[in-house]
């Protein structure tokens, strides 16, 4: 089954302690992407990479790492999460031959609260 | 900036009604926008895409129109059922922005029995 997989889905943490939010997809996409979701603004773009070792910044990646090491996976790693990345997280992905419909297949998310 | 505006207020209708959601922009020149469904909890799922150069389209009881005059689409669910219930949210997409897809914050449907 083609999936966007996402771990943990949930999490709860303190302030300055590391985490990683894992996002593996197997429909060998060469695009994906990281959003965060809070009430009444949406989904916000953290970082997207365009293929293996291609990241870049979206509209909030403060306070954000990402790599691409391999196609399939785009962890999000947190170096000090502050209670302000208490948020909602989806990964997502696309194929490169759907640019021009760019539809986007996300995760099923992953609810971190960081006090 | 580039702005996206949906119906914060959540739109309740009668079983069977046609729901129509709208999803305006500025500072956009979309070559095409999407539409796209959250339930409570879950991660979007992709309905439909309209190109700039299409007025309307349609699948099954969806039916989605793009004005790029009025900077405005509109999503319409006919013969709604309460399965219908959900957010929807939508995407325009410049030419060259396909990498930072933005998104509306949506509208809450509900659809009652």
């Known amino acids: 089954e083609a999936q966007v997989t996402q771990n943990p889905r949930y999490l709860i943490t303190v302030t300055g302690k590391k985490l990683t939010v894992t996002c593996s997809q197997n429909?060998?996409?060469?695009?994906m992407s990281w959003y965060r979701q809070d009430p009444g603004l949406g989904l916000r773009q953290i970082y997207y990479s365009m293929n293996v070792e291609v990241t870049d910044k979206g509209d909030v990646p403060e306070g954000y790492k990402v790599s691409r090491k391999e196609k399939r996976n785009f962890p999000l790693i947190l170096e000090s999460p502050s209670p302000n990345q208490t948020s909602l997280y989806f990964c997502?992905?696309?194929?490169?031959?759907?640019?021009?419909?760019?539809?986007?297949?996300f995760g099923e998310g992953s609810r971190l609260t960081v006090l | 900036s580039q702005k996206i505006e949906q119906n914060s207020e959540a739109l309740n209708i009668q079983e069977g009604k046609t729901a129509t959601l709208t999803c305006n922009y500025t500072?956009?020149?979309?070559?095409?926008l999407q539409w796209y469904r959250q339930d409570p909890g879950r991660g979007p799922v992709f309905l439909l895409l309209i190109r700039e150069n299409e007025k309307e389209k349609r699948k099954e009881r969806l039916k989605v129109t793009f004005d790029t005059t009025l900077k405005q689409s509109l999503f319409h669910i006919t013969a709604s059922q309460p399965a219908d219930s959900a957010t929807y949210l939508c995407?325009?997409?410049?030419?060259?922005?396909?990498?930072?897809?933005?998104f509306g914050a949506g509208t809450r449907l509900a659809v009652h029995p």
């Open positions: 995407a325009p997409v410049d030419p060259g922005g396909y990498n930072k897809l933005i």
């Open positions: 997502a992905s696309s194929s490169r031959a759907d640019r021009n419909t760019g539809e986007l297949f």
């Open positions: 429909m060998n996409h060469e695009y």
């Open positions: 500072n956009y020149s979309p070559a095409y």
